[in-house]
């Protein structure tokens, strides 16, 4: 069965401050892919990024970065000089194609970000 | 936006009731997902569709039941509603299905309150 754990429920920080928020997944495929969406307070889902399990490489998008450590089954998401537009909750998911392409979500981190 | 779009925004009903939930994938994509946002279960695939046919199932009470049509938009159908099934319902679609590399774009959701 696969897992994902969020264990951060939730993460206050002041504005500008870095924040990262952990993820650690569990799964026995070999071939998988993970995700990371954010929930805004008008609470649609939104997509952020993908990565496959043979790709360690880690990906900066302006101001967002994650790391992908394969040895301790981690996908970590940092936000760089935060802001108050990022406070939402933001969630890590797993598939696989033993899995039919369905999402195995964490129970998500909800970051408060503060002027 | 992601262009899922979903029917209706909000829903109030009483228990014993059937309701319907609509959603209309993307342009050009062929797989429907459904999942339930909840307090206690957090997010939580239902079942998936792929140009009309099922594909995979989840957590889905044996009270929902879903379908794609030719025309590829998906319908959820809540029925004998128990106060239990109030929770955010999102319909998700991708271009294809089965590799687990598909990225699903999520629509606004359905807000289900059973009262």
């Known amino acids: 069965a696969q897992k994902v754990t969020q264990a951060q429920t939730e993460i206050s920080v002041v504005e500008k401050e870095d924040v990262t928020l952990d993820c650690v997944y569990e799964?026995?495929?070999?071939?998988?892919?993970l995700f990371w969406y954010k929930q805004p307070p008008s609470g649609e889902l939104v997509f952020l990024i993908r990565?496959?399990?043979?790709?360690?490489q880690n990906e900066i998008s302006g101001r967002y970065s994650w790391n992908f450590q394969k040895s301790t089954s981690s996908f970590n998401f940092t936000i760089t000089a935060s802001q108050v537009v990022d406070s939402a909750v933001y969630f890590c998911?797993?598939?696989?194609?033993?899995?039919?392409?369905?999402?195995?979500f964490g129970k998500g981190t909800m970051l408060l970000v503060s002027p | 936006d992601s262009g899922v779009t979903q029917t209706p925004k909000h829903l109030i009903t009483a228990t014993g009731q059937r309701v319907t939930l609509r959603c209309s994938p993307r342009?050009?994509?062929?797989?429907v997902y459904w999942y339930q946002q909840s307090l206690d279960q957090g997010l939580q695939f239902l079942i998936q569709?792929?140009?009309?046919?099922e594909r995979a199932k989840g957590n889905i009470l044996e009270r929902f039941s879903a379908q794609q049509f030719p025309d590829l938009h998906s319908e959820l159908n809540l029925s004998s509603l128990e106060l239990g099934d109030s929770a955010l319902y999102f319909c998700?679609?991708?271009?294809?299905w089965g590799s687990g590399q598909e990225t699903q774009y999520f629509g606004p959701g359905t807000r289900l309150l059973v009262l």
């Open positions: 342009s050009g994509d062929l797989s």
């Open positions: 569709y792929y140009n009309g046919e």
């Open positions: 998700a679609s991708s271009s294809r």
């Open positions: 990565r496959n399990s043979f790709d360690e």
């Open positions: 998911a797993l598939s696989s194609n033993s899995g039919y392409s369905t999402l195995t």
């Open positions: 799964t026995r495929d070999t071939t998988y892919y």
